[in-house]
């Protein structure tokens, strides 16, 4: 028996995957679609999901619909846009709870999918545009989105670091696109976006629960019919590396956030993929590991100390909060754990110790129907089939010289500070 | 041990009160990986004010002390109890709260092994003033880190608003000045006065066998020597229900204006199933005023004053409460005008009919059975409602029983002029 038991079947114009579970009172279905980040794009998509959220031709105005999941017994329908990767991936999540538990029999996911197959199929849309107070209502709203990015400074921070570190490259686009392009849309050009993206994405339906695969899959089939497409991959570069560069600004902040950007030259999928996660689980991914005790423990300089991974990109961002005139010590310290790391000087019990937080942290991972889906969502984003099984042998197997290995490929890019004003201390 | 069936829910959860007075809880979950542990006390930041074990008079302990005890309990002679777990291939955490200070570790492997290590590591304090010294260094940057973030000061500014003397007011992890006083002999007369495993309850939930788990932790406080414990004698100031300040304006390093308003509950001293029924009700009374399906949120949303960050919110525990409502917007004048004409408006108790009671009712149903896939809230929740003398179980049949009538009680108790307060986050410039 496997990990994670997904049952896969490609439908017209997107890819089935059944996961069939007793552990929730709820089921989950998740709609995902995905094509390469792009200036033109980005803004159109970033908007593009919330507008279909807030209506659609069978509940016009956004409370109808809004109360209508409510008598779904609080169905909760979520929308999201991510980047993974090179990508820009758009989410609508619906959960919603299982009858059986209710003790009724509403058949809440019927209801739950058909409800989705509205919000994504007949949107309101009339002479092909769609409803424009909805369209400017929620400009406004990815405007508050944009800017509300720069007053949480941890998140700013690390979205400077990759905006310095990727400069040209698409994987310093913002997610949510540009203010100067919001300006540009209107319920025309988003309305012939949305046929656009639909007719080429890539795109996958989730479902997860308590369910009859039979009953989900010809639901499936009925709801949602879309043309056949051959969608856009792109290549992402992993060479590009700047000699070390330094990038300071200064901000009212009390506290200095220090952002480092390393490349790691290895992407999910490589062969070498699972000992550069063990490499990480060593050096800062973990409250166990060299960043934690030499950073935090050791020196009081921080409370957060840590790396971590973006597989798709080949990216590892390190960061720490702390005082601003502790920026030399600190970034002394990281850069003598990383070449520490490269020397090979940490011993047989940390890979061990990190190899079980890994798998602990991934069977968790499964415990919850969204990590189940992120989980199954990599071999999408990477186009390769690699199982949770498959990978947690890899993990395990890695041994001490591929976690040298893999610690010497990688290269500091970029460091960011965003420091405290002189004088405001 | 006894055991408790719910069978809508097709849960089941064992009980057993140790000899030492320790509450042991456990729910097994088939089909899951992990099990969840939380091991907590009923102590939190607002107890700063108490008799210490064996002594007569009572002591003002600093602020944050509760946390800074939290952070201390994971160090001992041999190292760091987080090497440990993950040597265990768990991954343990704490966090304090107003009212508790939990302990936690999650793990799909050893989990006797890591329940083990969770009881003892709490229940073996080593406190040096070395190590004391070292952790205000961490501490800081913690401290320093929240003070940069504006939702955060935005909820706590909202809260010195409404309190005049009650410590609820104070931040959670104290101040840089406030933890430099902290020495290792606090520590552990707070430790002493509060680790008692009859102020404490574990909870445990995973795949898990219940009858070996609970003959583990029997084993295991067998071996420990606890006196008999006093009731501990807490001590809070008279609070008066009016607020303490109308408004407040705290200018940051920010672009977009952030507005929360307040209500300061009163009827805050009840506890079981009055509480569970008071708190339920204001739950549902606020989904109906400002939930994404009312008419409030939708007018507010078109016309702009509010957007995706917007919440609500109630908070209540023994002795204070509050509802919250807000988040960030462009005019943080209008909106807070706004949200407290709506308020007031629904006070007069024209807002709440048999459909809207419904239509709250089944959401809440429904995000509770949303809520209990997850270990983490169970076993929060679980102690949190048991320290409170609530059942989490009877969250449903409370909903169920709920009437129009009801809401418009608790709608007309919480809310008054008086007890109405803002807070804003303005840029700087």
Redesign the interface.
Known sequence: MSLINVAEKRLEGFKLHIVKTKKFKTNTIVWRMKTPLKKETATLRALLPYVLQSSCRKFPETPALRSYLDDLYGASLHVDVAKKGEYQVISFTLEIANEKFLGQQDPLLKKGMELLANIIMEPLAVNGAFDSSTVEKEKRTLEQRIHSAYDDKMRYSSLRLIEEMCEGEPYAINVNGSLKDIGRISGVNLYEYYLQAFSSDEMDLYVVGDIEEEEVESLSKKLFIFNDRNPERIETSLTENKKEQVVKEEQDVKQGKLNIGCRTHIAYGDPDYAALQVFNGIFGGFSHSKLFLNVREKESLAYYAASRLESHKGIMMIMAGIESDKYNRTVEIIKEQLEEMKQGSFNDEEISQTKLVIENQMLETMDTARGIVDILYHSVIAAKDVTADEWLKAMETVSRNEIIAAAKKIDLDTIYFLTGKEGDQ | MEKLIFS???ENLFHERMDNGLEVYILP??????TYATFTTKYGSIDNTFKPLGKEEYVQVPDGIAHFLEHKLFEKADG?V??QF???????NAFTSFTRTAYLF????NVERNLETLIDFVQEPYFTEKTVE??????G??I??Y?????WRLYFGLIENMYHSHPVKIDIAGTNESIASITKDMLYECYETFYHPSNMLLFVVGPVNPEKIMEQVRENQAQKNYKEMPDIQRKFENETVEVAEKKKILKM????PKCLIGVKAENTEIQGPEMLKQELAVNLVLDVLF?????N??EL??E?LI???FSYDYTQEKGFGFAMVGG?T?NPDKLAERLKAKMLEAKDRSVFYEENLN??R??????F??A????EYIANQFTRFAFNGMDLFEVVPVLEGMTVQDMKQAASQLIAEERITVCKVLP?K
């Open positions: 809508q829910l097709d979950k088939k089909g899951f990986n992990k760091d987080f090497q993950s040597r265990q291939g768990a991954s343990a999650s793990s799909t492997s070292k952790e205000k260094g961490i501490i940057q913690e320093n880190m003070d940069d973030n504006p939702d390093n920010v672009q977009t939930g994404k399906s009312s008419a949120y939708t949303y078109n702009g957007d995706d960050s960030d462009r239509r709250a089944k959401k809440k149903i429904g995000t059975l949303r209990v896939n997850s270990p700087k």
